[in-house]
């Protein structure tokens, strides 16, 4: 599903240039649930910003099923973030003033998915991930685990190809992360393609496959359990 | 199902693109404004009612002390229709039948006729002692009035300062005008002589054509109308002996229409008999001096002039308050950009609230324009040395301040939602 051939950013830092990713190969199959871990600075979310067309890359090329996703002209890119990918962030990215279900139902609206349908699927959503009695709730009058399983029904209202994560349970404490990774899981379970980024191996662990990087290289891809070990 | 060109090139038509931006815009900007800080969002109201009424308001003013001027001329001297001598002669020829017929039209009120002439009024004659002592005395104008007719068009007694009006069996009383007298205008100039010593109940001599005789001032009257206040006023009856008038040709008719009636028809009317070879027969419009149209447009410049840096003042202030919102919310529009919420329709959300902000400040103004303001400076105006000065806000006027504030709203908020939003995503997103 997902090619990365050869990627490459690099940062520049007043005189001096910083290498991120140093010419970086990667394949993500459909259904697959990757992990993608390494100690900070090692360039991780920098890698998963490439692939998700939050940021460009300054070599190599991506493709999604196929598309070289980097050639879109940039209103096709906000077109393809917007049906095909899914996001999560660190720090959950609710609109604040918006409630649960409006917090879901603006990428399907944007899609231009009528305000009736739209709800519906954000409901549905939303009970998948286990909010179905925080509909209406701002983000302010959510704990941070229902923050970010907010976020994650945001991700698959649209149903996305892939979904990007980006440490989604660096804010949160052991056991409301656990709640969040098994919602990973049973995503991936139903076939549904994640990309996620940890700097916590345990919970990398959960994912079908982990690489690791180090200094803008994989060095080391192992096999996941798929199992949360907690 | 394999991603392809075609499936994510799934491309919005302008038309489809402008509605969603509206949608989402509006569905943005709705959970903004009523989820946003109630102080915050009234803070801003008012500054944009301010921001209406400083733009209607000074200008209304500025119009309105000439406007004022203007009606009050209307109401105390003109009227309606203003019938006067044509340029080549001396009074206004075959008036008895001209009165006769502007009192057989339907639609006429009341009307007034007044002679008018030159003349002189002495005051110290009596306390006078030596031939060197300085006479106290003025030229001026005196009018013969029949006083139950002049207070029917013009309610001249509601002017009076000191004294009382004619009554029915008054002879040898004037009214005087409080122009003529230096209690109440003191001001040396040749060409506004007073009377220093003269007040209510006091003998005066009033010389007309020649033929002088001794009257008492019965009251003293003070209107914004130079005409008016620097004129005697006796009754016709004695006008006519001490002018030796022969004939009944007055010099001016004032004509009050009825309610409700088009003074022009009037007017027509009072044409079509011919009356139009031996008068000037014109509306109030027509009759009032030109230079207060000159001034209304002078006036109404220098309102729009005041206006315009309100307007400037008004598009700062939107533009801060939209910015920092923006600014502030970096962020939050980094991650609508970042799942795919194009900018247009982040702006759009901006530019709407921005709306809402100048349509609710701008109803508050209007009503409190409507409803208090002009309601108040109706019945309270302001008291200018030359006018009752009174707010004009007029629906059309209103209507092009109201367009104008919302086209520079529209921009004040656009543009710090576009720097805001043309920012690079991932930037926004992390804080960098």
Known sequence: MIRANGIIKKFKTGDSELVVLKGLDLHVKKGEFLAITGRSGSGKSTLMYQLSLLDEPNAGEIFVDDVNILKLKNEDKTNFRLRELGFVFQDYALIPELNSIENVMLPLLMQGVDKKEAEKRAVVALEKVGLGDKLINLPSQLSGGQQQRVSIARAIGHNPKIIFADEPTANLDTETAKTVLEVFQELSKEGQTIVMVTHEKEYALVAHRVITLADGVITESIIGNNKYLG | ?432
């Open chain 2, 1 to 432: 199902m394999l991603l392809n060109e075609e499936n994510i090139d799934r491309k919005r038509s302008k038309r489809n693109r402008f509605f969603e931006d509206i949608s989402i815009g509006s569905f943005l900007a709705y959970r903004q404004v009523i989820r946003s800080n109630k102080a915050t969002t009234a803070l801003i109201i008012f500054v944009m009612t301010l921001t209406f009424l400083n733009l209607v308001v000074v200008s209304g003013i500025l119009v309105g002390l000439i406007q004022g001027s203007i009606n009050t001329v209307k109401d105390a001297y003109i009227s309606d229709i203003s019938v006067t001598v044509l340029n080549n002669k001396t009074n206004i020829e075959n008036s008895p039948q001209i009165i006769k017929t502007i009192k057989a039209i339907p639609w006429v009120d009341s009307m007034t006729a007044r002679y008018i002439t030159g003349g002189k009024i002495e005051a110290n004659y009596k306390t006078k002692i030596k031939v060197t002592d300085i006479t106290d005395e003025v030229s001026t104008s005196i009018a013969g009035i029949d006083p139950t007719d002049e207070e029917n068009v013009t309610k001249i007694s509601r002017f009076l300062i000191d004294g009382e009006y004619f009554g029915p069996n008054d002879s040898d009383k004037i009214i005087i005008g409080s122009m003529l007298l230096k209690k109440y205008f003191p001001v040396e100039s040749p060409g506004f002589a007073t009377l220093s010593d003269a007040k209510v109940g006091d003998k005066v001599r009033i010389t007309i054509n020649g033929n002088t005789r001794e009257m008492t001032i019965k009251g003293i009257l003070k209107t914004k109308v130079d005409e008016v206040s620097r004129r005697v006023f006796i009754p016709e009856a004695e006008f006519r002996v001490l002018a030796g008038k022969t004939d009944y040709n007055v010099n001016e008719i004032a004509i009050k229409v009825k309610p409700n009636i088009n003074p022009e028809l009037v007017r027509d009317a009072i044409k079509m008999t011919g009356a139009d070879k031996y008068a000037k027969i014109q509306t109030f419009d027509e009759a009032k001096p030109k230079f207060l149209n000159d001034l209304i447009d002078t006036f109404a410049l220098l309102g729009n002039v005041v206006g315009s840096i309100g307007l400037v003042v008004a598009s700062i202030t939107i533009f801060i308050v939209i910015y920092i919102n923006a600014i502030t919310r970096r962020k939050f529009i980094g991650i609508l950009k970042g799942i795919g919420i194009e900018g247009s329709a982040i702006k759009t959300a901006y530019v709407m609230q921005a709306i809402f902000y100048a349509i609710v400040g701008t109803i508050i103004g209007c009503l409190i324009l409507f409803f208090i303001l002009k309601p108040y400076f109706d019945a309270n105006p302001i008291d200018f040395p030359f006018s009752d000065g009174i707010l004009v806000a007029t629906t059309s006027g209103v209507m092009i301040r109201v367009a104008l504030l919302l086209i520079a709203t529209i921009i004040a908020g656009y543009i710090p939602a576009r720097i805001v939003v043309k920012q690079n995503t991932l930037d926004a997103i992390l804080g960098r």
